[in-house]
């Protein structure tokens, strides 16, 4: 991993151009598991796999709720997803102190793109080790976003990130033009679907390791984990077994 010299802080750039910190700090994303967010023109959905670090440990917290209309799913370094999120906790109260109303989804997304673009480019900081998935729904309807460690933030109709996350993304780039129309159960459960694309071989969603999280026009910002996920997954089941028929 060591590169000539170039990767010692993040305000350093090689030769070619590149900062390798960010790269090092991308490649941290790519190691948690995988989280799936796609949106219809009346609602948003996050679908993540969760992970337990031995067999004696609870499932980690994959999706968390920002406020009433935003929530974010995370990949990577959770400790660096905890000070993303009470940042934008932060955000959101300032927001309906101050100006009495809820803090529009593109203006959070950019404040913390800002704040991580910061840490590549003071010396002595690191960037993020952590990719995010941001839904939220305001004025202008719902919203998908990514932020990456490099202070990149793009909105998406589908996207995915984590572990093997190009198999969901190959499956969501095949079907993104049907979700405009669907209804919140054929949102999730499609999502689902793209999820169980990049589990490994053998393993199975079940109402462990699945987390679910929506948000739309007329629905708060809501996460089901547990037996609260059995529903979509029976419907995912179903689903499975009429194509094979």
């Known amino acids: 991993m060591f590169r000539n010299n170039y990767d010692n802080d993040a305000s350093t750039w090689s030769p070619q151009g590149r900062i390798f ?29 969760k992970r337990s670090p031995n067999e004696l440990a609870s499932y980690q917290k994959k999706i968390v709720r920002i406020d009433d209309h935003m929530g974010i799913a995370m990949a990577g370094l959770t400790s660096d997803a905890r000070v993303l999120s009470n940042y ?10 101050i100006y009495g109303r809820a803090l529009p989804v593109g203006r959070a997304v950019n404040a913390i793109g800002d704040k991580a673009q910061t840490n590549t480019q003071e010396y002595g900081r690191r960037p993020y080790g952590v990719g995010l998935l941001v839904i939220g729904q305001d004025d202008t309807g719902p919203h998908l976003y990514e932020f990456s460690p490099s202070g990149i933030v793009s909105e998406y109709y589908a996207y995915s990130i ?6 969901a993304r190959t499956n969501l780039e095949r079907n993104f033009e049907k979700f405009e129309d669907m209804s919140l159960q054929e949102l999730v459960v499609h999502g689902l679907r793209a999820l169980r694309d990049t589990l490994q071989q ?6 462990l390791n699945t987390s679910i999280g929506f948000v739309g026009k007329d629905t708060k910002m809501t996460i089901l984990d547990g037996e609260n996920t059995q529903a979509y997954l029976d419907l995912l089941d179903e689903g499975e077994a009429m194509e094979t028929e």
């Open 202 to 207: 053998g393993k199975q969603l079940d109402t």
């Open 88 to 97: 934008l906790r932060s955000e959101a109260m300032r927001s309906k102190m």
């Open 162 to 167: 984590g572990a093997r996350s190009q198999s």
């Open 21 to 49: 910190q960010v790269e090092y700090a991308s490649e941290a994303v790519k190691q948690g598991s995988a989280v799936v967010g796609l949106k219809s023109k009346e609602h948003v959905v996050l679908v993540a796999v």
